[in-house]
């Protein structure tokens, strides 16, 4: 298996709502990573877990929360999101802690109205 | 991290081999070259990376300069199926800790015709 399963893949929320991604992988990989990406722009780094600590968070604001529950396991808790928050999640894993060969997942694409 | 620069797009026939260049002029000793593509609607897929020596595998071949500042990424028979942005990224060697990122730049359109 080297997949790495997003849930869901598309998602629309309200500015006041509360939401949830999720990511999923069984490939023993214990690094993983939640990009965005804007239409027409390369991905950008918003977290990294290593090891199931947060070892990254490249000054993300408070709204987007990222959990790692287990080593197969990352979730990003949405709450008071803001309509330019609006882009496709990605998520991907690794190995290892060193950003080598990272398997991604097809992305989660969120509409804030 | 190195910064690198990538042609906006190119145009490859089918069957043709795509040649993509990227320029990495301020790469250090320890860097490393990746390359990984975007297929339209898709999360970014590895394909192959190296230090000094040329690689190859199933998907494609990695030429590095002797003086390591350029590198071209080589599809040697392009399908539609290639047709995606591809991106070059040096990544630091490892050294300890666990920041280590990958970032990825503004990529090469390539558009393989039929």
């Known amino acids: 298996d080297t997949e790495v399963t997003q849930t869901p893949k598309h998602l629309v929320m309200g500015m006041t709502n509360k939401k949830s991604l999720k990511c999923e992988q069984h490939m023993g990989h214990r690094a993983m990573y939640w990009y965005k990406q804007k239409a027409k722009k390369p991905p950008e780094l918003m977290f990294v877990?290593?090891?199931?600590?947060?070892?990254i968070n490249e000054s993300v604001p408070s709204r987007f929360s990222p959990e790692c529950p287990n080593s197969s396991l990352l979730n990003l808790h949405l709450h008071a999101l803001q309509p330019e928050d609006s882009a496709l999640y990605l998520c991907?894993?690794?190995?290892?802690?060193?950003?080598?060969?990272?398997?991604f997942g097809s992305g989660t694409q969120l509409s804030v109205l | 991290d190195a910064k690198t620069t990538q042609p906006t797009s190119m145009d490859c026939a089918e069957g043709r081999a795509a040649n993509l260049p990227c320029n990495h002029s301020t790469i250090s000793g320890n860097e490393y070259v990746y390359w990984y593509r975007q297929i339209h609607s898709q999360g970014p897929q590895y394909i192959i990376h190296g230090l000094k020596n040329n690689e190859t595998n199933e998907m494609a071949s990695l030429i590095i300069t002797e003086d390591r500042k350029s590198s071209t990424l080589i599809l040697p028979h392009a399908t539609l199926r290639d047709t995606a942005v591809y991106y070059c990224i040096v990544r630091p060697g490892y050294s300890g800790g666990s920041n280590y990122k990958l970032t990825f730049g503004k990529g090469t359109l390539l558009t393989v015709n039929p």
């Open positions: 877990y290593s090891y199931e600590k947060l070892s």
């Open positions: 991907a894993s690794s190995l290892r802690d060193r950003a080598e060969k990272l398997f």
